[in-house]
């Protein structure tokens, strides 16, 4: 009778010692998922001012006459317009390979009365030359001195510039590395508040590159100065 009641000891013993450490184990388990799973995310921003690399002009010329056998001597008013054009840019300190004739272009336009008849139709020859440079602080100067041939009678069309920033890809370690320094921060400023620390990174993303003209909501096409931006939203792991 007494080995009987000491094997029943025992193994409520046992039992209780199973459980107790079964518990110990699923406690464990769930104090170390929960420290996991208490984390921050945040946001760094990073921005940088730059000077666009890359300048693309436009200036367009056009002659008229009110005759179609005009034609040859407008062609000839319009090839010299175009040497005229081509010996500004070239004295204003453009190379050759900078720019490009684009083709002369015919059109007309006809003059009709209140009876829709035909009172004049005149001829145009219209043509433009293209500027691509990588110097893109003597664009303002020459975009001037072409100005300046309007006193000559010459009609022109002096387009506004192009500027952009080709240079992204050197200058997005340092401000993916800037962003991410600056979300912990923020982080820090976080955990300080809620008495924790900062740990490790649990997981990072990063947002889109945006360049936008100084001054400007949006294009990045107007001005030579550039906002660049981006932002990386990052999640910290934080302990006690």
Do not use: C
């Not at 007494?2 to 769930?30: C, D, H, P, Q, W």
């Not at 691509?132 to 001037?144: D, G, Q, S, Y």
């Amino acid at each position: 009778m007494k080995t009987i009641r000491l094997e029943r000891l025992l193994g409520m013993l046992l039992l209780s010692s199973g459980l107790a450490l079964a518990g110990y184990f699923v406690g464990n388990t769930l104090y170390k998922s929960k420290i996991a799973m208490n984390t921050a995310t945040v946001k760094g921003l990073a921005e940088k001012r730059v000077i666009a690399d890359h300048a693309s002009w436009r200036v367009g010329y056009t002659v008229a006459g009110s005759e179609r056998s005009e034609l040859p001597s407008l062609y000839k008013d319009a090839s010299r317009i175009e040497e005229v054009i081509i010996k500004t840019l070239i004295e204003s300190g453009l190379e050759a390979k900078e720019f490009s004739k684009g083709i002369v272009r015919h059109s007309t336009r006809e003059l009709r009365n209140d009876d829709q008849e035909l009172v004049e139709r005149a001829h145009y020859l219209s043509g433009d030359i293209s500027v691509t440079t990588t110097r893109v602080e003597m664009i303002k100067k020459i975009r001037l001195a072409v100005n300046q041939l309007i006193a000559q009678g010459i009609s022109l069309s002096n387009h506004e510039p192009s500027y952009r920033y080709t240079k992204l890809n050197d200058i997005k370690p340092a401000m993916l590395a800037e962003a991410t320094k600056n979300a912990r921060i923020a982080a820090d400023q976080f955990a300080s508040n809620a008495g924790v620390e900062v740990g490790s990174i649990r997981s990072a993303s990063q947002g889109g590159f945006s360049i936008i003209d100084v001054g400007e909501r949006h294009g990045d096409t107007r001005r030579m100065e550039k906002d660049v931006r981006v932002v990386t939203t990052v999640e910290f792991y934080l302990t006690n």
